[in-house]
């Protein structure tokens, strides 16, 4: 059974980090496009940033000089280093691995995130 199981979201003050982490389990993580997508109240999900398997990465303009992604395939994980946050980075943060050939794509249930004074 595939399953991603988000961490590292809560409540953090404008200009504050937070470092979320997506562990992977059922499937060899090294195969897999890895991303983080966000989802606020009565908005659509949008991408955050992805990786992929041979490391080159993508980020939403919102979050560029901010956000860093990264992944460790020895641990089946992938990380969202998340730097002077805003209000507006308030969501809910899904992690999504994508197989390379589209063989399959999974979701995880999201970690919320809370950016507030």
């Known amino acids: 059974q595939v399953q991603l199981v988000e961490s590292g979201g809560g409540l953090v003050q404008p200009g504050g980090s937070l470092r979320l982490s997506c562990a992977a389990s059922?499937?060899?993580?090294?195969?897999?496009?890895m991303g983080w997508y966000r989802q606020a109240p009565g908005k659509q999900r949008e991408l955050v940033a992805t990786i992929s398997s041979g490391g080159s990465t993508n980020y939403a303009d919102s979050v560029k000089g901010r956000f860093t992604i990264s992944r460790d395939n020895a641990k089946n994980t992938v990380y969202l280093q998340m730097n002077s946050l805003k209000p507006e980075d308030t969501a809910v943060y899904y992690c999504?691995?994508?197989?390379?050939?589209?063989?399959?794509?999974?979701w995880g249930q999201g970690t919320q995130v809370t950016v507030s004074s």
């Open positions: 059922g499937i060899i993580a090294a195969i897999y496009a």
């Open positions: 999504n691995a994508a197989h390379i050939f589209g063989a399959a794509n999974y």
